[in-house]
């Protein structure tokens, strides 16, 4: 008897619920643009995204269940299906994607800007193909392995679920914590009325301190947890008290590759901000593109493995013997046209840079990279899952490939192969968390995947257009978008295809990567933390605090564990309301209304007030996330007893 057999879903096969809906279906596409957006915005600014899928359910739950009165856990379970591809697409996007803008923006490249049908089309080809190799793998992973393979994301959604109430009842932190990070936004960005960064200088010191003054990343920090986020507080430390001032002492009146001036020079005109953008960040770079490295050869034997057992397992498996509901999903006839169609598209459309060769790479990595993803995020979990490794193994490899090959728009061709894997590694790790939360629940596979489809169709059209506004306001790789992973493939693509690289500086920051992992840290926290801003890894660090200290509240493990979730939650809105925001603050900046609603300066110009304000503004932050997590809990608990 299979395992199928054995475990009962909480909706048997047998009985049939709404689940498919208009409703479902619509609030879906609202959380996948939303998420989409949201997590594209804070990926090109911290570095890394969040999953949408918890929050996406207790949103669905709360709507359909709060406010229309429906009791269908299924379809809830569609809604955040569709959602929390969003925020897969995006993670899968902000990885590469930018490096085609950095070099749209560099006149000595002389490369045209990618067409806005270019980036909708490479998300939305990567996403498909992310969930039309994922679906074979369905039964061997999601079934047949049930009780091997944990899937902690998947199973923590279908518990949101399952809950009911409590889904409701967060819904309202969820929706808290957007509006409140959406005013603290429009407040610092948009009116200006406040600084997002407050900073200390020592005199005579060439380092600088500070912390930025935003919801979405003390969130990050809070979500991550302590640990994370003191290694990226370290790696922020190490490269700005540490190495900017090293640099400026021992540089002094050298000149030092990519610069074309003096070390003096430029600090004298920039200060440490300087310093960072010219030199720390190739460091930085570096560290991240030798973490992923390390990260991947650690991994290398269960990646094998898990190849292995996953192809041996789909083969083992007869797809036509149960067509249960619960059994019933997208026909191999349909998927392997559907591949097939794609793969063509990605060959033939004149607007993706992509020769027969880079198809063939697609096709090949993809399917290797979506069974490792599939099966990783299974026991390790997205957030463990190595998609940057992943995606620096394929371009060490292709632009190779296209090099040797003599294919045309080397460089180009290989960011574009990449960016479609990284985007079939996210969304392929992504569809299988959802099928394991609709296996739990009873959803019909099927439908799952079809919505799947609806989440990454939505969400390629927002993404692109997204990536367009914030490239043309701030440009990838400034201080407001510093886009770490893509800063690391583009060097890595540089140095292969071009070998113009400061490789002093790079080598310098692999050295610090490999230092730090026979310490026994993990790399690629550390690496982000060198690579991004002090004053950014600063507030990632405060939003850890926070969270060690509800951790060690003496109280019960239950109440704890309710605490923690319920600051998740709000977390989660944070960030949604912060980069809806930052999206909208970036089209209005494209229209000029910025300078109107712009009081930076008309408050106080003093740099002691303005010091003050920030600080404020950063407790305020910190206050309003107690008030959602530890004092609401509080504020429940009297009220029950009295």
């Not at 009842?169 to 929706?175: C, D, M, N, T």
């Not at 008290?241 to 030092?256: E, N, Q, T, Y």
């Not at 060097?491 to 610090?512: K, R, S, T």
Request: hydrophobic letters at 55%.
């Amino acid at each position: 008897m299979s395992d199928e057999k054995k475990f009962v879903p909480y909706i048997p096969a047998g009985k049939v619920t709404p689940e498919f809906t208009i409703t479902s279906v619509i609030m879906g596409v609202l959380l996948a643009v939303i998420f989409g957006a949201a997590n594209a915005y804070l990926g090109l600014k911290v570095g890394m995204t969040v999953s949408a899928s918890i929050p996406a359910a207790v949103i669905s739950m709360g709507i359909i269940r709060g406010i229309l009165r429906k009791n269908s856990i299924l379809e809830s379970n569609i809604s955040q299906t569709i959602g929390s591809a969003g925020e897969s697409l995006a993670a899968g996007a902000i990885f590469t994607l930018p490096v085609l803008f950095i070099w749209a923006n560099d006149p000595e490249m002389g490369m045209k800007s990618p067409s806005i049908l270019e980036i909708m089309l490479v998300t939305l080809l990567g996403g498909l193909l992310g969930i039309f190799f994922m679906v074979p793998l369905r039964n061997a992973l999601i079934v047949k392995e049930h009780r091997i393979l944990p899937y902690p994301e998947g199973t923590a959604c279908a518990e949101v679920l399952l809950a009911g109430e409590k889904g409701g009842k967060g819904a309202a932190s969820v929706f808290a914590g957007m509006g409140i990070a959406a005013a603290f936004k429009f407040i610092i960005d948009g009116v200006k009325a406040v600084p997002g960064e407050i900073s200390v200088k020592i005199k005579g010191f060439a380092g600088e301190f500070g912390a930025q003054v935003y919801p979405a990343v003390l969130s990050v920090g809070f979500i991550c947890g302590p640990r994370i986020a003191s290694y990226m507080f370290a790696g922020g430390v190490l490269s700005w008290l540490v190495i900017i001032p090293l640099i400026v002492l021992f540089g002094a009146d050298s000149v030092i590759a990519p610069a074309t001036n003096a070390v003096s020079a430029i600090y004298a005109e920039g200060g440490a901000s300087a310093i960072w953008s010219q030199y720390v960040r190739y460091i930085g770079a570096g560290a991240l593109a030798a973490g992923g490295i390390i990260s991947l050869i650690k991994t290398f034997p269960l990646i094998i493995r898990t190849f292995r057992d996953a192809v041996k397992s789909m083969l083992g498996t007869s797809r036509t013997e149960d067509k249960e509901r619960t059994s019933r999903e997208l026909s191999m006839v349909t998927v392997l046209i559907a591949i097939a169609v794609i793969t063509l598209l990605i060959w033939l459309v004149p607007v993706i840079p992509v020769s027969f060769v880079g198809a063939v790479i697609i096709v090949v990595f993809g399917f290797f990279f979506a069974t490792i993803s599939s099966r990783m995020v299974g026991l390790v979990g997205s957030s463990n899952n190595p998609v940057s490794g992943m995606a620096i193994a394929t371009l060490l490899f292709t632009t190779v490939i296209l090099k040797v090959t003599g294919s045309a728009n080397v460089m180009t061709g290989a960011i574009t192969i990449g960016a479609i894997i990284c985007i079939v590694a996210a969304i392929s790790g992504d569809t299988s968390q959802d099928l394991k939360t609709g296996y739990i629940l009873g959803a019909t596979p099927k439908k799952q995947q079809i919505a799947e489809i609806i989440g990454v169709c939505a969400s390629s059209l927002t993404i692109g257009g997204t990536l367009f506004l914030l490239d043309k306001v701030w440009g990838f790789g400034s201080q407001e978008i510093a886009a770490p992973q893509a800063g690391v493939m583009k060097i890595v693509v540089e140095g292969i295809a071009n070998n113009n690289l400061p490789w002093g500086l790079i080598i310098f920051g692999a050295v610090i990567a490999v230092v730090v992992e026979i310490i026994g840290i993990p790399v690629l926290p550390v690496a982000i933390g060198i690579y991004l801003p002090v004053h950014l890894n600063s507030c990632i660090m405060a939003g850890g605090l926070v969270r060690l200290f509800l951790e060690k509240r003496k109280v019960s493990a239950e109440k704890k564990k309710n605490i923690i979730n319920d600051g998740i939650l709000y977390c989660s809105g944070m960030i949604a309301g912060e980069g809806l925001v930052g999206v909208l603050l970036a089209f209005l900046t494209l229209l000029g209304v910025n300078k109107v609603i712009d009081m930076s300066g008309i408050i106080t110009d003093n740099p002691i007030v303005t010091f003050i304000l920030g600080f404020g503004a950063l407790a305020l932050i910190i206050v309003f996330l107690l008030l959602f997590s530890v004092w609401k809990k509080q504020y429940r608990e009297s009220e029950v007893n009295e």
